[in-house]
T-cell receptor, first 111, second 114 residues
Framework: GEDVEQSLFLSVREGDSSVINCTYT??????LYWYKQEPGAGLQLLTY?????DMKQDQRLTVLLNKKDKHLSLRIADTQTGDSAIYFC???????????FGTGTRLQVFP | DTAVSQTPKYLVTQMGNDKSIKCEQN?????MYWYKQDSKKFLKIMFS???????INETVPNRFSPKSPDKAHLNLHINSLELGDSAVYFC?????????????FGNGTRLTVT
């Protein structure tokens, strides 16, 4: 079945790097996504990676994909207080348009 | 301009009532979804529609009835509301058949059943 897991909390100091991890079980995943949810708001797409890639960089964000281990990570460089939010990974299997979301990681950035 | 808009933003009602949530998208997408986010922030898909046709129904109680009058709108009607229905409901849209098409979410409707 489909299952996407994340650690629940991460606390980092402002200016440090944050690494949020995600594991999934569906080996047929085609695209994997990272979303950010700020309090009281909807989900904002941050970035995504195709399953035949192993890395994607977008400004302060770096996505690493280990397809063999079904492990996805999001690195945020120079983390700022405005990065405090819940981060969700999501995977899309083949032949489907639905996304399966992870449990979400609450990132807290302290000064 | 808001891409995916939901109304109302907040909905407080009593058990047993019937309520509706409306969703509209102006992105030209042909697929729309309803997701439920519980108090622990778990997000689970409920329904998806493609061009007004129901594609996904994830074993949601039949008290929940989605309706899609056209591909830009997907409404959710809930009958006989129960305490366990309290959650944040998110509408989303995407373009089907485009493998990398991400979901675009609305800002959610917080439903509280008392």
């Amino acid at each position: 079945g489909e299952d996407v897991e994340q650690s629940l909390f991460l606390s980092v100091r402002e200016g440090d790097s944050s690494v949020i991890n995600c594991t999934y079980t569906d080996s047929s995943s085609t695209y994997l996504y990272w979303y950010k949810q700020e309090p009281g708001a909807g989900l904002q797409l941050l970035t995504y990676i195709f399953s035949n890639m192993d890395m994607k960089q977008d400004q302060r964000l770096t996505v690493l994909l280990n397809k063999k281990d079904k492990h996805l990570s999001l690195r945020i460089a120079d983390t700022q207080t405005g990065d405090s939010a819940i981060y969700f990974c999501a995977e899309r299997g083949s032949n489907t348009d639905k996304l399966i979301f992870g449990t979400g990681t609450r990132l807290q950035v302290f000064p | 301009d808001t891409a995916v808009s939901q109304t109302p933003k907040y909905l407080v009602t009593q058990m047993g009532n019937d309520k509706s949530i409306k969703c509209e998208q102006n992105l030209g997408h042909d697929t729309m979804y309803w997701y439920k986010q519980d108090s622990k922030k778990f997000l689970k898909i409920m329904f998806s529609y493609n061009n007004k046709e129901l594609i996904i129904n994830e074993t949601v109680p039949n008290r929940f009835s989605p309706k899609s009058p056209d591909k830009a709108h997907l409404n959710l009607h809930i009958n006989s509301l129960e305490l366990g229905d309290s959650a944040v409901y998110f509408c989303a849209s995407s373009q089907a058949g485009t493998a990398r098409s991400p979901l675009h979410f609305g800002n959610g409707t917080r439903l509280t059943v008392t």
